[in-house]
């Protein structure tokens, strides 16, 4: 078990996707962690419901097979939800501030390049729409490593260690790299 674990954390892609990093004042950065679950539902609400969707799925198909009007009522009841969902996250400040970002990404890490400036050891609140499935993540981060951009003037890499993502996030991820890795060894097979 261990050994996968390890395993997971070190596997890492470069990918490229929505990102936002926003710094964080000491109080800002308490009463996140106080209200994590909240945070998170302002940001990811229409990722919260496609997920919990997805948990789901096994139990909505043994019901469309014993009883398809009940399948196909509760199949438009999950519509109007992530209807719902979608809206309530277009009128509050997902995705605001997003920009599309070349990544190195790990279950644990995200690497990234930037003009702003950062300190190592500094706290931010870190979200980023995976380009997969485009699921909104929402994480804590700590500023872990800062590296010259020899390749972009005035950048510097920034390396963030994600210090709090909620575990359907986590699995989100991993999802993610493992259908990216897919999608990569497909195009290579395919060139």
Avoid at 22 to 28: G, I, R
Avoid at 89 to 97: I, N, P, R, W, Y
Wanted: net charge negative; charged share 25%; proline share 2%.
């Amino acid at each position: 078990m261990s050994a996968d674990v390890n395993r997971r954390e070190a596997f890492r892609l470069d990918d490229t996707m929505m990102l936002s990093v926003t710094k964080l004042a000491e109080s800002e950065l308490n009463d996140i962690e106080e209200n994590f679950d909240s945070y998170r539902l302002k940001y990811c609400l229409n990722s919260h419901f496609a997920l919990q969707r997805e948990n789901r799925k096994p139990n909505l198909l043994m019901i469309r097979k014993r009883d398809p009007d009940v399948g196909h009522y509760l199949d438009s009841m999950e519509e109007q939800l992530l209807l719902i969902a979608s809206r309530l996250s277009e009128s509050t400040v997902a995705g605001k501030g997003m920009t599309r970002q070349e990544v190195n990404v790990s279950n644990s890490s995200v690497r990234y390049s930037t003009a702003e400036s950062f300190e190592v050891g500094e706290q931010v609140q870190l979200q980023m729409i995976l380009s997969t499935s485009d699921l909104q993540v929402f994480s804590l981060a700590t500023v872990t490593r800062i590296e010259p951009n020899t390749d972009v003037p005035n950048e510097q890499w920034i390396a963030l260690q994600l210090t709090r993502l909620h575990e359907d996030d986590a699995e989100a991820v991993i999802r993610h790299m493992a259908k990216l890795q897919q999608l990569q060894l497909q195009a290579r097979r395919d060139s």
